[in-house]
């Protein structure tokens, strides 16, 4: 994989999560189970969810490319980061939709 892509990977993945879970949430079919996600829905909804989740992965993205750029860490080091950041994030979300469904 082009290494611009990482970070076009890593969102996408962000943004199909976000639109999955403000719809089920929304439509009362899901709910949040990550307890700092819940304190940001109880606050403001959907649309403060959205806002703070954006935040969070545009905040990620942004972190990792200042340090690619400034040399503060090595591209092999920054490309591992993004491997291990989608892999955590499919993992994640896929045991999350398993425990959704059959639990």
């Not at 972190?63 to 490309?79: D, G, H, P, T, Y």
Request: hydrophobic fraction near 55%; avoid cysteine.
């Amino acid at each position: 994989m082009k290494f611009w892509a990482y970070p076009l990977v890593l969102f996408a993945i962000s943004v199909y999560d976000l639109v999955n879970t403000s719809i089920g949430i929304h439509f009362g079919s899901m709910e949040e189970r990550n307890p700092i996600a819940v304190k940001v829905l109880e606050t403001g909804g959907i649309p403060l969810l959205i806002l703070w989740k954006l935040s969070i992965t545009i905040g990620a993205i942004f972190f990792l490319e200042i340090l690619w750029r400034k040399k503060l860490a090595s591209k092999q080091v920054i490309e591992r980061t993004y491997l291990i950041a989608i892999l955590a994030y499919v993992v994640l979300y896929t045991v999350g939709i398993l425990l959704l469904n059959f639990l």
